[in-house]
């Protein structure tokens, strides 16, 4: 079977045939403006029956409408516009934090060998049972117990001696925090580290995001202290 060659005239084929089978580009507009509705309305005049003439009062909020609907997106644009204009602030603002030394909401904690690290908490409601666990990439290293905490911020520290009386070496260690609600349910507490700003970036909601020393990113709104 003799095959043909694939010249210019060949490939403007395929592509010709490629575009016919997709509906996406020759689908007609889904979407009516302003132009668009002006026009049936004008056809419609034209089309009338004499006898039963349109209402005038309709043609005028049937307008009214319209106008309305026009004034309502281009208000939503320029909302759009600040919102992002805003939002480049922000960041640009947040560049000054870049090498700072903060407190934030995370769950890292940079711990130095032959230190006391301070553990700052959270304490959304009242809870029972409060408990701070503290691990490494083996597995829990520690458990804190705290007993009942009311609303407010509370200080735990961890000496940096595991449970069985080792002195852990500087790194980072996951810090898991959560105690018992009224409901009986368990709640999760937040945890606030120290930490240095590393860098500042954009999230996909377009809001201002700081990566700390220890690779975790928090909101830029997380920081709670700065020095």
């Given at each position: 079977m003799a095959t043909l060659p694939i010249d210019t005239q060949n490939q403007n084929y395929i592509s010709s045939l490629q575009q016919a089978t997709d509906p996406k580009k020759n689908a007609p507009n889904q979407q009516l403006d302003q132009a668009d509705f002006l026009r049936l309305l004008t056809t419609q005049l034209a089309n009338q029956d004499p006898n039963k003439p349109m209402d005038p009062t309709n043609?005028?909020?049937?307008?009214?409408?319209?106008?309305?609907?026009?004034?309502?997106?281009?208000?939503?644009?320029?909302?759009?516009?600040?919102?992002?204009?805003?939002?480049?602030?922000?960041?640009?603002?947040?560049?000054?934090?870049?090498?700072?030394?903060?407190?934030?909401?995370?769950?890292?904690?940079?711990?130095?060998?032959?230190?006391?690290?301070?553990?700052?908490?959270?304490?959304?409601?009242?809870?029972?049972?409060?408990?701070?666990?503290?691990?490494?990439?083996?597995?829990?290293?520690?458990?804190?117990?705290?007993?009942?905490?009311?609303?407010?911020?509370?200080?735990?520290?961890?000496?940096?001696?595991?449970?069985?009386?080792?002195?852990?070496?500087?790194?980072?260690?996951?810090?898991?925090?959560?105690?018992?609600?009224?409901?009986?349910?368990?709640k999760t507490i937040d945890t606030i580290v120290p930490s240095r700003i590393n860098s500042i970036g954009v999230g996909s909601d377009g809001t201002a995001r700081a990566t700390l020393a220890t690779g975790e990113i928090v909101n830029v709104d997380q920081i709670r202290e700065i020095s």
């Amino acid at each position: 079977m003799a095959t043909l060659p694939i010249d210019t005239q060949n490939q403007n084929y395929i592509s010709s045939l490629q575009q016919a089978t997709d509906p996406k580009k020759n689908a007609p507009n889904q979407q009516l403006d302003q132009a668009d509705f002006l026009r049936l309305l004008t056809t419609q005049l034209a089309n009338q029956d004499p006898n039963k003439p349109m209402d005038p009062t309709n043609f005028v909020t049937d307008l009214t409408q319209m106008s309305q609907l026009e004034s309502t997106n281009k208000m939503n644009e320029a909302m759009q516009a600040m919102t992002t204009s805003l939002q480049s602030m922000q960041v640009m603002q947040s560049a000054s934090l870049i090498g700072k030394n903060v407190q934030a909401v995370g769950d890292l904690l940079s711990h130095q060998q032959g230190t006391t690290s301070d553990i700052k908490l959270d304490i959304k409601e009242p809870l029972t049972d409060v408990k701070v666990v503290i691990s490494n990439d083996s597995g829990p290293v520690k458990e804190i117990f705290l007993d009942d905490q009311p609303i407010g911020e509370k200080v735990a520290q961890w000496d940096g001696i595991d449970k069985l009386g080792n002195d852990m070496p500087s790194d980072d260690y996951q810090l898991t925090v959560y105690g018992t609600g009224k409901d009986g349910d368990i709640k999760t507490i937040d945890t606030i580290v120290p930490s240095r700003i590393n860098s500042i970036g954009v999230g996909s909601d377009g809001t201002a995001r700081a990566t700390l020393a220890t690779g975790e990113i928090v909101n830029v709104d997380q920081i709670r202290e700065i020095s």
